[in-house]
C-alpha cells in the first residue's frame, strides 16, 4: 500500500474509467500511486486535487509529481467545510478515497502504527495534531479501553485486554509500540492455527480512535453529492468491516434515492496474485458509485 505498489490499481482504472479531460479529487493522495495513473489517462487536461493530512505525504507529492495540472492540500478530508474554503466550491469527474494505512506510514517505526517496530506509542496520521495513542491508552478508563477495543477492534478479547492495560500502567506508563504488544500478548494467548497477532484488533482500535477515521469518513459519506459532478464516480477503498459496513449502507441509500446508481453491486476485493505480491492488500474492499445526469 505505497506509492509504488497502489492497491486494487487495475479494478480501480476500471471501475472509474478515466477519461481524457475528466477532473479527479484523489482525498487520501499519499505517494500518488492511483493518481498518477489517472492523470495519465486524463492527459492532457485532465487536473488533480490532491489532499492528504499527512505532511510527509504531502511533502513527497510536491517534489515528485509533474506538477502543471496538479493542485496539492495539505488538510482532512473529514472537514470538508474546511477544505471547501481553499478549493473551491466546484465538482469532480472522479473521487478516490483510500482509507488505508499506507507502507510508508506502516513502515516508519517512528511513527507507533505497527507492532513490527518498537517506536513511540504515536499513531498519529497527522503528527503535528491531536492526541497520540500513548495519551489515549493513559487517560482511558478500563471500562472506555473495554468499549474502544471491542467496538472498533472487534476483538472479543477485549475485556482481558483492557484490563492487562490497566494493570500495566499502573506500574509503568505504555510509551511505545512493543510495550504496548507485549502487555496484549501476555493478556490472550493466540490460539493455535490462528496467524492474527494477539495485538492487532487493539492496535487498529487505537489508530481509528487516535485519527477520528470512521467520524471522517462518515463525513465523506454525508456530502458525496455535493463532490461529483453529473455523471462522476467515486471509488471508496476500504480496510475492515466497520468502514466496508457505512460504505455500503450509504452507498445503498443513495441508489434508492434515485440521483446515483451503483456501478459495484458487491465489494470489489484484490486478485489472488496482488495478495501474494502485497499481501497488506488482503483486507481491500473497493465500491464504486455514479451520479446520474450527463453522460460518463
Known amino acids: 500500500m505505497n506509492g509504488h505498489d497502489p492497491v486494487l490499481l487495475d479494478e480501480v482504472l476500471e471501475g472509474l474509467a478515466p477519461a481524457t479531460g475528466e477532473h479527479l479529487l484523489d482525498l487520501t493522495l499519499g505517494r500518488g500511486g492511483h493518481a498518477r495513473r489517472i492523470l495519465e489517462a486524463t492527459a492532457p487536461d485532465g487536473r488533480l486535487t490532491g489532499v492528504d493530512r499527512d505532511p510527509q505525504a504531502h511533502a513527497w507529492s510536491a517534489d515528485e509529481l509533474p506538477g502543471d495540472r496538479i493542485e496539492l492540500i495539505h488538510g482532512n478530508f473529514g472537514d470538508l467545510p474546511d477544505l471547501r474554503q481553499r478549493i473551491g466550491s466546484g465538482t469532480w469527474d472522479l473521487v478516490l478515497a483510500d482509507l488505508g494505512v499506507s507502507s510508508p506510514q ?28 500513548a495519551q489515549l491508552v493513559a487517560s482511558s478508563t478500563e471500562e472506555q479501553l473495554q468499549n474502544l477495543i471491542g467496538q472498533l477492534g472487534e476483538d472479543r478479547h477485549a475485556r482481558k485486554i483492557a484490563a492487562a492495560i490497566v494493570r500495566a500502567r499502573a506500574v509503568e506508563p505504555i510509551t ?37 477515521e470512521l467520524e471522517a469518513l462518515q463525513h465523506l459519506l454525508d456530502r458525496i453529492g455535493n463532490l461529483l459532478s453529473p455523471a462522476g464516480r467515486l471509488a471508496i477503498i476500504s480496510y475492515h468491516s466497520l468502514e466496508d459496513r457505512k460504505v455500503k449502507e450509504r452507498f445503498r441509500t443513495l441508489a434508492r434515492e434515485g440521483d446515483h446508481q451503483l456501478l459495484t453491486t458487491r465489494p470489489v476485493r484484490p486478485s489472488d496474485q496482488e495478495i501474494r505480491r502485497n499481501p497488506r492488500s488482503r483486507s481491500a474492499r473497493m465500491r464504486i458509485i455514479q451520479r446520474l445526469g450527463g453522460s460518463a
Open 106 to 133: 506502516i513502515d516508519e517505526g517512528d511513527r507507533g502504527f505497527s507492532f513490527r517496530f518498537d517506536g513511540p506509542l504515536d499513531m498519529r496520521m497527522d503528527p503535528t495534531r491531536g492526541e497520540t495513542a
Open 176 to 212: 511505545t509500540t512493543a510495550r504496548l504488544a507485549s502487555v496484549i500478548r501476555d493478556a490472550v494467548p493466540v490460539a493455535r492455527g490462528n496467524h492474527l497477532d494477539a495485538a492487532t484488533r487493539t492496535f487498529q482500535a487505537l489508530r481509528i480512535s487516535v485519527n477520528g
